[in-house]
């Protein structure tokens, strides 16, 4: 499995941006997606998370609220809906999807988010 993510820009605090991940080399419709994000000299930390059909989401505490996580199977998509973003949201954000263990053991080569106040 391939991920590719996308859709990471500049944006002004308060503003809104959606990263896509879009999945090849296989089918991704039966793997638990997520993201997460890596801040300048910080760890790599969860975001959002869903099932392989969506129905059950979890979020980080600090972003609860503000971001969205959805995908499209049909189009083995996920995405991120990023809402009143903060500087504090400045990070790469990556992208990943389970195994059949239910392990995230593919990652997306990340997109980079950068909110300015």
């Known amino acids: 499995v391939q991920l590719q993510a996308s859709g990471g820009g500049l944006v002004q605090a308060g503003g809104s941006l959606r990263l896509s991940c879009a999945a090849s080399?296989?089918?991704?419709?039966?793997?638990?997606m997520a993201w997460f994000r890596q801040a300048p000299g910080k760890e790599r930390e969860f975001v959002a998370a869903?099932?392989?059909?969506?129905?059950?989401?979890r979020y980080a505490d600090s972003v609860k609220g503000r971001f969205a996580i959805s995908r499209d199977n049909a189009k083995n998509t996920v995405y991120l809906q990023m809402n009143s973003l903060k500087p504090e949201d400045t990070a790469v954000y990556y992208c990943?999807?389970?195994?059949?263990?239910?392990?995230?053991?593919?990652w997306g080569q990340g997109t980079l988010v950068t909110v300015f106040s």
């Open positions: 080399g296989r089918t991704v419709s039966t793997a638990n």
């Open positions: 869903c099932t392989w059909n969506g129905a059950v989401t």
């Open positions: 990943a999807a389970t195994d059949e263990g239910g392990r995230y053991a593919y």
